[in-house]
């Protein structure tokens, strides 16, 4: 029998609580890295993601209000203190920051922009007993999309900067100012 779909309003409030926890998080480790980053090529596509994120988060915080839900603060902060907490992983240096966070950080931060182009598309096609702006969410589909797109291109720059070094039977490399972390 078919029929017609109605929206799970609780398990829609725990997905939205999950998404506004995680762009929370979001938000503070981008522009936490943009900052540590200013003035290199990690900071040149960080900083305006970090903007980015911020006013997906309100859309986020803003269409959870109107379909009459609410962020779990405790989520949030829990969240919040789990993301204090990773940036304690061990990085192969004991006293400073090391080429290798920014490479893990870059590619954790792709793998949670493609989660949130997900949730995206999840919210876009949710029946319509649900008020949800579709063409605000296929325009932060796209953003998404090209976010993933200057994630993975910061990747392949980095990659090869941060995992390789020059052959001791290769010539001393000329210095080179566009370093991606430098």
Do not use: C
């Amino acid at each position: 029998m078919t029929g017609t779909r109605r929206t799970d309003r609780d398990l829609l409030a725990i997905y939205l609580d999950d998404h506004v926890a995680g762009a929370t998080v979001g938000v503070r480790r981008v522009a936490r890295m943009a900052r540590a980053y200013a003035g290199t090529p990690v900071g040149a596509v960080l900083g305006p993601l970090a903007d980015e994120l911020r006013d997906e988060r309100a859309f986020l915080l803003a269409a959870t209000e109107r379909l009459g839900l609410r962020a779990s603060r405790t989520k949030i902060v829990l969240a919040a203190a789990g993301e204090r907490v990773g940036r304690l992983a061990p990085n192969g240096r004991l006293s400073r920051s090391s080429p290798l966070s920014a490479l893990l950080e870059v590619e954790l931060l792709r793998s949670a922009v493609m989660g949130k182009q997900s949730g995206w598309r999840s919210l876009a096609q949710l029946p319509a007993d649900v008020d949800v702006d579709r063409a605000r969410l296929a325009e932060l589909d796209r953003q998404a999309r090209r976010q993933v797109d200057d994630l993975t291109a910061l990747l392949d720059r980095l990659r090869p900067a941060v995992l390789t070094r020059p052959s001791a039977a290769a010539p001393p490399a000329p210095p080179q100012d566009s370093s991606p972390l430098r």
